[in-house]
């Protein structure tokens, strides 16, 4: 079935250093991957998303990157803050099953 | 606007009692409509999904069932409650095409003792 595998599982930076998080997904009709952030105790918050048809999308500090030939995707996070800190989920969106399926999720940790 | 309503906020309940977690998307129409479990420091597993009224995808064999009895509301259930079934409930929804954002309520936190 669907798979998403994400890496690594807790992510540990000093404040304004840059943080990289890594998704796999294994549904080749795959078409939508969005990234989430959350917080303790939270919802999943969309943090950046991106389309099969675009290969890299930035906002502000964070960027996205897609490979469609490899089916992996990676979160880009620059000049991390403290507040940065939470668990981070990459997700896959099978149009073709219509489900949105999630990696296992990193924690970031940005320490002062 | 569209919003997610997602109810009760927080409950505990003793095991082999019965479940009812309520969901309601407000500001759209045929939504797809998702329950996600989340236990304690883990992932997201999708438990049901549903693309229409009565139209139930299950994709974890287990003792939840899910309906849709009107467009835009989305329920869980289960008849005798596990302590496996602690964890925290999020309710989704997107619109009908894909490639859509998928946007969560708030959860419920849900305790069998």
């Known amino acids: 079935g669907e798979n998403v595998e994400q890496h690594p599982s807790t992510l540990s930076v000093q404040e304004g250093d840059s943080a990289v998080i890594k998704c796999t997904y294994s549904?080749?009709?795959?078409?939508?991957f969005p990234w989430y952030k959350q917080e303790l105790g939270k919802r999943p918050q969309l943090i950046i998303d991106?389309?099969?048809?675009?290969g890299e999308k930035k906002d502000q500090r964070i960027a996205v990157t897609l490979n469609k030939t490899a089916k992996h995707f990676s979160l880009h996070i620059t000049e991390t803050q403290p507040e940065d800190s939470a668990v981070y989920f990459c997700?896959?969106?099978?149009?073709?099953?219509?489900?949105?399926?999630f990696g296992a999720g990193t924690r970031l940790a940005v320490h002062p | 606007s569209q919003t997610i309503h997602q109810w009760p906020a927080t409950l505990v309940q003793p095991v082999g009692s019965p479940l009812s977690l309520e969901c309601t998307v407000e500001?759209?129409?045929?939504?797809?409509l998702y329950w996600y479990r989340q236990a304690a420091g883990r992932g997201l597993q999708l438990l049901f999904y549903?693309?229409?009224?009565?139209?139930i995808s299950s994709e974890v064999p287990q003792n939840l069932s899910a309906s849709r009895p009107q467009d835009r509301q989305f329920i869980l259930s289960s008849k005798k409650l596990l302590l496996s079934d602690s964890g925290f409930y999020l309710c989704?929804?997107?619109?009908?095409?894909?490639?859509?954002?998928?946007?969560f309520g708030e959860g419920s936190w849900l305790t069998v003792v």
């Open positions: 989704a929804w997107t619109a009908g095409l894909s490639g859509n954002t998928i946007y």
């Open positions: 549904d080749s009709a795959s078409n939508y």
């Open positions: 991106i389309r099969s048809n675009v």
């Open positions: 997700a896959s969106f099978s149009g073709g099953y219509n489900k949105l399926i």
């Open positions: 500001g759209t129409s045929n939504p797809n």
């Open positions: 549903s693309v229409g009224i009565g139209q």
